[in-house]
Nanobody, 123 residues
Framework: QVRLVESGGGSVQAGGSLRLSCAVS????????MAWFRRTPGKEREEVAR????????SYSDRVKGRFTISQDFINNILYLQMNNLKPEDSATYYC????????????????WGQGTPVTVSS
């Protein structure tokens, strides 16, 4: 069992920055992949960024590429998402997820999820 607890969400004006954190209850390297997803009311959960815990290969959705950075701290077992130049369309609840076997975008590939942290970007 892996417990994931997100923090760092909040309200910010367009162009601002936030850093989300996800505390992982065990060494993230025991999962193949860690990722951030987001969801707005009435929409499907969409991928934001993912990182392979072994080689630190990263992948980003086109909507956030160049603005968001995913990283991991193996000493403190924390997954980060640095979000810069935020836009109103980035407003959503952001979820941290861990996959045991596959590093891909399908939500069904992820075995553990956090409870989410809300982000609101005003124009």
């Amino acid at each position: 069992q892996v417990r994931l607890v997100e923090s760092g969400g909040g309200s910010v004006q367009a162009g601002g920055s936030l850093r989300l954190s996800c505390a992982v209850s065990r060494d993230p390297r025991r999962s193949v992949c860690m990722a951030w997803f987001r969801r707005t009311p009435g929409k499907e959960r969409e991928e934001v960024a993912r990182i392979s815990t072994g080689g630190s290969d990263t992948s980003y959705s086109d909507r956030v590429k160049g603005r968001f950075t995913i990283s991991q701290d193996f000493i403190n077992n924390i997954l980060y998402l640095q979000m810069n130049n935020l836009k109103p369309e980035d407003s959503a609840t952001y979820y941290c997820a861990a996959a045991l076997w596959v590093c891909a975008w399908k939500t069904t590939d992820y075995n553990y999820w956090g409870q989410g942290t809300p982000v609101t970007v005003s124009s």
